[in-house]
T-cell receptor, first 110, second 115 residues
Framework: DAKTTQPPSMDCAEGRAANLPCNHS???????VYWYRQIHSQGPQYIIH???NNETNEMASLIITEDRKSSTLILPHATLRDTAVYYC???????????FGTGTRLTIIP | EAGVVQSPRYKIIEKKQPVAFWCNPI?????LYWYRQNLGQGPELLIR????????DSQLPKDRFSAERLKGVDSTLKIQPAELGDSAVYLC?????????????FGPGTRLLVL
């Protein structure tokens, strides 16, 4: 069974905040939430990760619910270059392999 | 800092022909990965190297796929003979620390088309 569930596609207007949800209802206490994205014709790119606290970096913010069963990746001011497939991955911190699902295809509309 | 370099970027071959892909990871990165990505799917791990040792090749179809990382730096993935179903993007990635797979740096991939 997949560890995460994401909507297959989303649209967002340029300049608005893009909020990408991820459901991980079976997450265990030692599993982190990682986000990668893959722009067309490129390899995946690491965005951000978190355990239970909200996190922010220069690319995005990650909001994890208190029960840790879901999270939201926020791109605060989406640009056309943010059009990509976004992958939410749950992984134990250490020597577990990355397992990519099919992700959410985010399209930023001018 | 240079990223992960892969070549060629595109390759078109006829079925039953051999093909090879090359990857140069980020300098100093000890762990190297090869992934295959089918259209509309996420990448799937084929093999992972820690330095020159293949530590996870459980998903590598060993009847026709082979890989090497002789000096623990660059790596080659080979398919011989190629089949129609091998058409995909082959991605190489690296990470700096052995035993830590969460953060990986990916190359642009090689898009293979088998006719």
């Amino acid at each position: 069974d997949a560890k995460t569930t994401q909507p297959p596609s989303m649209d967002c207007a340029e300049g608005r905040a893009a909020n990408l949800p991820c459901n991980h209802s079976t997450i265990s206490g030692n599993e982190y939430v990682y986000w990668y994205r893959q722009i067309h014709s490129q390899g995946p790119q690491y965005i951000i990760h978190g355990l239970k606290n909200n996190e922010t970096n220069e690319m995005a913010s990650l909001i994890i619910t208190e029960d840790r069963k879901s999270s939201t990746l926020i791109l605060p001011h989406a640009t056309l270059r943010d059009t990509a497939v976004y992958y939410c991955i749950v992984i134990i911190f250490g020597n577990e392999k990355l397992t990519f699902g099919t992700g959410t295809r985010l399209t930023i509309i001018p | 800092e240079a990223g992960v370099v892969q070549s060629p970027r595109y390759k078109i071959i006829e079925k039953k022909q051999p093909v090879a892909f090359w990857c140069n990871p980020i300098s100093g990165h000890n762990t190297l990965y090869w992934y295959r990505q089918n259209l509309g799917q996420g990448p799937e791990l084929l093999i992972r190297y820690e330095n020159e040792e293949a530590v996870d090749d459980s998903q590598l179809p060993k009847d026709r796929f082979s890989a090497e990382r002789l000096k623990g730096v660059d790596s080659t993935l080979k398919i011989q003979p190629a089949e129609l179903g091998d058409s995909a993007v082959y991605l190489c990635a690296s990470s700096p620390r052995v035993g830590r797979q969460e953060t990986q740096y990916f190359g642009p991939g090689t898009r293979l088309l088998v006719l």
